[in-house]
C-alpha cells in the first residue's frame, strides 16, 4: 500500500486554536503517514502541541509517520527546538535554553505535581523576559497551574496533559504563547454528561457560560467556564 500525503497549509502553524482539518484525516487501514509540514510559515505553541500529540496517536496506532520540515527558516528553527516529529517530553527536558523564540517543548504533564513543577520552571523565563513578571508572581502561577490542571484532571485520556510556550509579538507588545491540549472528550460532551438535554454542540457550549452549569461548586475550586 503506498502512504498518504497530508500536506499542511502555510497558515496552518499559527492558528492559536490549532486546528487543521487535514490531521482529521480519516487514516483507518493506512500504515505509512507523510505529514508535509514544508508550507508552514509561523508556529504558534497549540498547533505545535496538536501536531505533537497527532504524530505520537498515529505511532500508538501503529503507523509510520514521516515528517517533513518548514521550508521558511525561522520556522523550521521553532520546528526543530519543538522537537516535532521526534515524540513528547517529560518535565524533565521540558525548557529550551538555546532557541531566542521557543521556551517549553512539548512536555506531557500526567500528575498534578508536574504542573507546579512546570509553573516553577517557566517562572525564571517569564521574569527574564517581562520586568513586572515578578510583581505578579502569584497569578502568573496561578494562571498556569489552572490550565494544566484542568488538563490533567479532565482530560480523560491516556495522552495526558501536553504543554508548550514560545515568545512573541503582538501589536508591538511582548507576549508570552502557551499552548495546552489533551484528548478529553470536549466541553460539549462534558456539558452533556449532567445536561444531557443541551444536545446541538453550540448549544452545549453557550450554556457552559452560565452559572452553575460548569465548574465543581465546591467552595474551596472554580465556577466552571462562567
Not at 517581562?130 to 494562571?143: I, K, N, S, T
Request: aromatic content about 4%; some cysteine; charged content about 25%.
Amino acid at each position: 500500500m503506498q502512504p498518504v500525503e497530508l500536506r499542511l497549509p502555510p497558515g496552518a502553524g499559527t492558528r492559536d486554536h490549532g486546528y487543521a482539518a487535514e490531521l482529521d484525516a480519516d487514516l483507518d487501514g493506512v500504515s505509512q503517514v507523510i505529514l508535509d509540514a514544508g508550507e508552514l510559515v509561523g508556529l504558534h505553541p497549540l498547533f505545535a502541541v496538536r501536531l505533537a500529540l497527532w504524530v505520537e496517536c498515529q505511532r500508538q496506532a501503529g503507523r509510520s509517520v514521516e515528517v517533513k520540515e518548514p521550508q521558511d527558516e525561522a520556522t523550521r528553527r521553532c520546528f526543530r527546538a519543538f522537537r516535532l516529529g521526534i515524540g513528547i517530553g517529560g518535565i524533565a527536558q521540558a525548557l529550551v535554553e538555546d532557541d531566542p523564540d521557543v521556551i517549553v517543548r512539548p512536555t506531557r504533564l500526567s500528575e498534578l505535581t508536574e504542573v507546579d513543577g512546570l509553573a516553577d520552571r517557566l517562572l525564571q523565563p517569564l521574569i527574564d523576559h517581562f520586568d513586572d513578571a515578578a510583581v505578579v508572581r502569584d497569578a502568573v502561577l496561578m494562571a498556569i497551574s489552572e490550565l494544566c490542571q484542568n488538563a490533567v484532571e479532565h482530560g480523560a485520556s491516556d495522552a495526558g496533559c501536553v504543554v508548550a510556550a514560545s515568545r512573541g509579538e503582538a501589536d508591538w507588545l511582548s507576549q508570552i504563547m502557551l499552548g495546552v491540549g489533551d484528548y478529553g472528550v470536549g466541553i460539549p460532551e462534558h456539558i452533556r454528561r449532567s445536561h444531557p438535554e443541551f444536545v446541538v454542540d453550540e448549544h452545549a457550549i453557550g450554556q457552559a457560560l452560565q452559572e452553575g452549569v460548569s465548574g465543581t461548586r465546591r467552595a474551596d475550586r472554580g465556577y466552571g467556564f462562567s
